[in-house]
């Protein structure tokens, strides 16, 4: 399957004021290292994990395709919200309304690892009656935009094509998967680049030692206590 695109010279939504190209992402909340997350075991328990995240927010899988340099990527999508337009015509002796679905489109890019974890990388932008809006900050990853959608200034619908709502939503996903980490296939999985902080590889208090150290050991313990579990701190008693 591919990922079609539309070719349109614009979508045209009604309202007063300049109109404006509506290019908008996640990418505007969110950096690319906030959007990213290593899960346990392959590519596809990690689609399945997201298939069942993004499917509780009722954005459900539409499209999927197989890359050249061995990456999937999946596209989800869903409806947000119904907002109608309405305008006067024929100095005013008319009313004519229209009504646009506001959703989301959501990228996820799932890049097999050596080391049996996949990593995926996630974007998401407002979509207008099911069309992706083009954006400034698209991933080379994602597929290119052929369509362009254009607002007046004062549409009541801008609000919602602003990229917030798509961010919120991958924060949250991604927050979710933290509490919810089963440690099996398709949970997440922490690694040295990520923002967790390290944890201390002891408590100085707790160790047998504490109790009968001067001040000058109990600091050295402390500095010990400090450092990952990954590093070797100084002993007690040896010089710096």
């Not at 407002?126 to 809006?133: K, R």
């Amino acid at each position: 399957m591919r990922f079609h695109g539309v070719a349109l010279m614009g979508l045209l939504l009604l309202g007063s004021g300049c109109m404006e190209q509506v290019r908008a992402s996640s990418r505007s909340k969110l950096t690319e290292k906030q959007s990213k997350v290593v899960l346990a075991g392959t590519a596809d328990d990690a689609a399945r994990r997201l298939t069942e995240l993004f499917s509780r927010r009722k954005f459900l899988l539409a499209d999927r395709q197989v890359r050249k340099d061995g990456a999937s990527l999946y596209l989800f999508k869903g409806q947000r919200s119904e907002l109608t337009s309405v305008s006067g015509y024929g100095y005013g002796y008319g009313l004519s309304g229209d009504t646009y679905t506001v959703g989301s489109a959501f990228f996820a890019r799932l890049t097999p690892q050596t080391d049996g974890t996949t990593q995926v990388e996630l974007f998401g932008k407002p979509t207008l009656d099911g069309h992706v809006v083009c954006g400034e900050q698209d991933p080379a990853w994602v597929p290119r935009c052929e369509q362009e959608v254009l607002a007046g200034g004062t549409w009541n619908g801008l609000e919602l094509m602003t990229g917030r709502e798509e961010a919120e939503t991958i924060r949250g996903l991604l927050v979710e998967m933290e509490l919810e980490n089963s440690g099996g296939p398709g949970s997440r999985v922490v690694t040295a680049g990520s923002d967790e902080p390290a944890k201390p590889s002891c408590v100085a208090s707790e160790l047998p030692e504490w109790r009968t150290s001067n001040a000058l050991e109990k600091k050295r313990l402390l500095e010990k206590c400090r450092a990952p579990d990954s590093e070797e701190g100084p002993r007690v008693g040896e010089s710096r």
